[in-house]
C-alpha cells in the first residue's frame, strides 16, 4: 500500500498553485508528482475555462477527473467531458435584465468548449485578452440552449458589479453568485460550486469524506473548503477565506502546494 492511497487532493489555480506571474513553481510540481506517485489522486479546481488551462495540464500530474468554471464542468484526467452543470431556462432572461440595468456592464457565457460575449466591457477585453480565449459575440437572442451552458460572468468596474451582484440577490434560490475578484460576478446554476464537484469527484472515485482535502484562497473556494476533511488555505487568502481554514499553508509565492504535500507526508509518518 502506497502512503497517500485514497486520498484526493483538490486545488484551486489562481492565487494558490500558480504564483503571482501565473507560473507554477518546480517545487509545487515535484510535490504534486511525489503525492501521486505515492498514490494519491490530484484534481485541479477552478474558475478558469479549459482553455484558459492547456498552458498548464502537461505539467502536472492529474489522475483524478477536475473541475472547471467553478464547478459547473467537470473533465477527466484526459479532459474529456463528464459532467456538465447546465444553467436555467430561464438565464437567457435575466442576462437581458442585467444588461438593461446597467449599460456599462459586460457579460460572457461559457460552454464547455465555447465562449459568447453578449456585451463587451473594458475588463471581458482584458479577460479575453490575457488569457488568449477566442470567442463569439452574440446577443442574448442568439444564445444557445441554457442547458449547455456552464457560467455567466457579468464584468464591468467594482461599483457596477456590486450593484449587479444586490441585483441578483432575489435569484438566490435559483443562482449561486460568487466574486473572485471585485470586477467579475460569476453565475452557477444553485447549488452548483467547486464543493459540489470536488464531492462528484470523489465519489466516482470512491474516495471517503475523510480522505477528501483542498486548498484555495478565494470566494469561490470556500463552498470545497467547507466539503473538506482538512481546508489549507495560503497565507496570501483573503481575510474571509483565512477563517474557514484547518490548516494555513505558506503563500502562493512560497510553494503553498507543497507545504500541503509536506503536512500529508508528516502526518502519515505520525
Not at 89 to 117: H, N, Y
Not at 123 to 145: A, D, F, G, Q
Amino acid at each position: 500500500m502506497k502512503k497517500f492511497d485514497g486520498m484526493l487532493l483538490a486545488c484551486d489555480m489562481d492565487g494558490t498553485l500558480l504564483d503571482s506571474e501565473r507560473q507554477i513553481s518546480e517545487a509545487n510540481i515535484q510535490a504534486l508528482r511525489y503525492f501521486t506517485e505515492q498514490g494519491g489522486l490530484f484534481s485541479l479546481a477552478t474558475g478558469r475555462a479549459y482553455a484558459a488551462v492547456t498552458d498548464y495540464i502537461d505539467l502536472l500530474p492529474i489522475n483524478a477527473p477536475y473541475c472547471l468554471l467553478n464547478g459547473s464542468l467537470i473533465l477527466n484526467a484526459q479532459s474529456k467531458v463528464l459532467h456538465c452543470a447546465g444553467m436555467p431556462e430561464q438565464t437567457p432572461i435575466l442576462i437581458e435584465q442585467v444588461l438593461s440595468a446597467f449599460p456599462q456592464i459586460g457579460c460572457e457565457v461559457f460552454l464547455p468548449d465555447q465562449i459568447f460575449v453578449c456585451r463587451m466591457s473594458a475588463e471581458t477585453e482584458h479577460h479575453m485578452r490575457v488569457l488568449h480565449l477566442k470567442y463569439t459575440c452574440v446577443s442574448p437572442s442568439e444564445l444557445p440552449n441554457p442547458a449547455d451552458w456552464c457560467q455567466i460572468n457579468f464584468t464591468g468596474p467594482a461599483s457596477d458589479v456590486a450593484a449587479v451582484r444586490t441585483f441578483l440577490a432575489p435569484s438566490a434560490d435559483t443562482f449561486s453568485t460568487v466574486c473572485t475578484m471585485s470586477t467579475f460576478c460569476e453565475i452557477t446554476r444553485q447549488g452548483i460550486g467547486k464543493g459540489s464537484a470536488m464531492m462528484q469527484i470523489a465519489a466516482d472515485c470512491m474516495v471517503l469524506p475523510n480522505n477528501i482535502y483542498a486548498i484555495g484562497d478565494s470566494d469561490n473556494d470556500l463552498s470545497m473548503l467547507q466539503k473538506a476533511a482538512i481546508a489549507f488555505v495560503p497565507e496570501n487568502a483573503v481575510p474571509d477565506i483565512l477563517q474557514h481554514a484547518t490548516i494555513r499553508v505558506r503563500d502562493n509565492d512560497h510553494d503553498a502546494v507543497a507545504h500541503v504535500i509536506e503536512y500529508l507526508d508528516q502526518d502519515q509518518n505520525t
